[in-house]
């Protein structure tokens, strides 16, 4: 078989305007500070205001710049570090659990859960819909399926329906004995339910991860979770992560 190269592929103009912009960031301007606009900028960097737009929007996009209303074009701040994984591994709603449940439904889930849970795909299944907050920001909202043989003790007089049942539901959970847990991270697009709590358009990267919770030698739980890709690192294990800030520091903790 033959081999074949690649093209050498010219970088766009704002593209490398982007980098420029990046190291300048890291250099001259501090965390929430005002850029000036885009006309000084287009004119400091020899560039027309449409190259300088759309290396804004790609470090917007990357979480480097906050665009706000009445404000104009800020410095972000660092990306949050949220952990994914903690010490002791625990089904959900677990003491120090850092999600906090909203609601609760009985309803069929997509074909891919069931298929997932083992169970009918007209079966319903309680779906517990949650959020995570950080630093005071919305940082991501979870659909967490739990078939009703995972909590067959489940009293509905108790906890008929919102937040209660939810917290109900999570109780019951408790009662199984984690064996596993699975995670998958693949990056995707906000929905429109998922962008409104987090604050985002719809469409907006995210970063979604799903975790197969296992007990009993099936899985019990089925945790769907979006989390913001413009401000958040996802950090993994059970002993301390890296962290790399923009910048020439790098530290390990």
């Not at 103009?13 to 912009?21: F, M, P, Q």
């Not at 995670?183 to 697009?189: D, I, K, R, T």
Request: with cysteine; aromatic share 4%.
């Amino acid at each position: 078989m033959g081999t074949t190269q690649l093209e050498s592929v010219p970088e766009p103009k704002y593209w490398h305007l982007k980098t420029v912009l990046s190291e300048a960031l890291d250099s001259e301007f501090s965390v929430g500070e005002i850029l000036p606009n885009e006309r000084e900028l287009a004119a400091r960097f020899g560039v027309a205001r449409a190259t300088l737009r759309q290396a804004l929007e790609q470090l917007e996009l990357e979480g480097r710049l906050q665009r706000r209303r009445g404000v104009g074009t800020t410095v972000a701040p660092p990306r949050v570090g949220v952990a994914v994984s903690t010490r002791q591994h625990v089904l959900p709603g677990a003491d120090g659990d850092a999600w906090q449940p909203l609601d609760c439904a009985l309803a069929a889930p997509p074909a891919s859960v069931a298929e997932a849970l083992g169970t009918a795909r007209d079966e319903p299944v309680h779906t517990v819909r949650r959020s995570r907050v950080s630093h005071g920001r919305p940082v991501a909202a979870e659909l967490l399926y739990i078939p009703p043989s995972s909590v067959p003790d489940l009293s509905a007089i108790d906890a008929p329906s919102g937040v209660a049942r939810a917290r109900a539901v999570l109780r019951e959970l408790q009662r199984l004995e984690l064996e596993r847990r699975d995670s998958a991270v693949e990056l995707g697009s906000a929905r429109a339910d998922d962008a409104k709590e987090l604050d985002r358009l719809p469409g907006a990267p995210v970063l979604v991860v799903t975790t197969g919770y296992r007990a009993e030698g099936r899985t019990v739980a089925l945790s769907v979770a979006t989390y913001r890709a413009d401000t958040c690192r996802l950090t993994f294990g059970d002993s301390g992560d890296v962290e790399i800030h923009h910048g020439p520091q790098a530290r390990a903790s």
